[in-house]
């Protein structure tokens, strides 16, 4: 069946992220990227959602990775990228000024680069340069392409010999979410009932955690058109507890949403339900999720993927077009129009 609206079109979109991230992997393996030189740091460039994967593969990496892993997202690359960093670019249009502006940062300071994109003037530079491309299929908003986006990007760190292989994750990943994806989804209605009209506060409580609440936070901002708050556990513990419920009116919208994992360490599940009593009354209700799957690949999966079904129905309640994001596209206009 055709999707008839753009929500319906988004969620399809989501329900083929397991498929993303097979043929993404794919794409990455077939691109030759030659003889390296030993790199000591790792940077991804990008921004929204193509920057989410950066994230997503930084926090899996983070415990293994052996040399620092850190994620650009702004116009400027920080002073330790140089020659001896490898720069993955990362835009699904290739158009985004920010990206292309660390891009040509990376190639001035003769960084070691691969571009991860699905066309625009970062393919067009890189085919200039030299700089090996995964090409990830277009005809979709970048923030559903997170399975080409990410898998490409992990697989091409592999290829490199940044970590270790990610195969038996990535598969797992993929039959977990095949497996799950009608149930995930059925909850997801359940969740965005209790969502509408609240301030979602989208909580982790582990490194690796970090950025799946950055992408629950994105995805209820782009999909739902709602506003979001995050924060980590246990720093959240040491200030925003103080805050939490006031001013009064906005507790009053406040549903907690914790995203927890067997990694958790026991002491930060503890702090969790400790802070939630002593908190009560500043705010609406709280829902824990944990994560499902062996892997750690599978595990952050199955709490992406129910966060983008939980964006969607979200939208759905509120008569949102998931797939429209007007704003970001008025604001690229006009800054398109003003030039440095
Ligand atoms: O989801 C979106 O559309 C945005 O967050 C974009 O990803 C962001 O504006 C960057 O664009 P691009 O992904 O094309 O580099």
Redesign the pocket.
Known sequence: MRPETGTDQMLELVLGLPDQLERGADLARAVALGRRRRVDSVLVA???????GGRIARGLLLDSCPVPFQVCSDYHLPAVAGRKSLVVV???????E??LSAYGQAHRRGCSMVAI??G?E?GRLAARHGVPVVTVPGGM?????LGY?FSALLVTLEQLGICTSQQSGLKEAVRLMRRQRRSWHSRARTIARQLKGSLPMVYSTSRMLDPVADRWR?QLN?NSGVLCHTNALPEHNHNEIVGMGRPARVGRLGVVIALLDRETDPRTRFRLKAMLDITLGAYRSAVLFDTEGRSRLARVFSLVMLGDLVSVELARLLNKDAME?GR?NRL?ETMAGRKR
């Open positions: 990008g921004m929204g959602g193509s920057g989410i990362v835009s699904f249009s290739g158009n985004t920010e990206t994109t699905g625009g970062l908003p970048p923030r559903a392409a986006l994105c782009e994001i970001i690229k």
